[in-house]
């Protein structure tokens, strides 16, 4: 079992930055693919960034050059470096864990929001 708890999430303004962080408690927290969501009111929830076991990384094409997904497998936490933040990265960020790919999740956490606004 691994349970996922996110923090970092507020309020910024467009071309701002934050870090979201995602910690993990359980076992086997290094075996696991990590990832990061979004979804903003009245739309599909987005996958937004990938790491895997052996930190091979993935973006969404919206993010690309702007946020960094990288994990501490230490400290059981995985993270989300979003720079040059815009009001359409407004959304509710959820941390993923994953034994078998992303089409279904094995853990989800319960969301932090983030507000890109002046």
């Known amino acids: 079992q691994v349970q996922l708890v996110e923090s970092g999430g507020g309020l910024v303004q467009p071309g701002g930055s934050l870090r979201l962080s995602c910690a993990a408690s359980?076992?086997?927290?290094?075996?696991?693919?990590m990832g990061w969501y979004r979804q903003a009111p009245g739309k599909q929830r987005e996958l937004v960034a990938t790491?895997?076991?052996?930190?091979?990384?993935n973006y969404a094409d919206s993010v690309k050059g702007r946020f960094t997904i990288s994990r501490d497998n230490a400290k059981n936490t995985v993270y989300l470096q979003m720079n040059s933040l815009k009001p359409e990265d407004t959304a509710v960020y959820y941390c993923?864990?994953?034994?078998?790919?992303?089409?279904?999740?094995?853990?989800w956490g319960q969301g932090t929001q983030v507000t890109v606004s002046y």
């Open positions: 993923a864990a994953a034994r078998a790919g992303w089409g279904s999740p094995d853990y």
């Open positions: 790491i895997s076991s052996v930190r091979s990384t």
């Open positions: 359980g076992s086997f927290f290094s075996i696991y693919a």
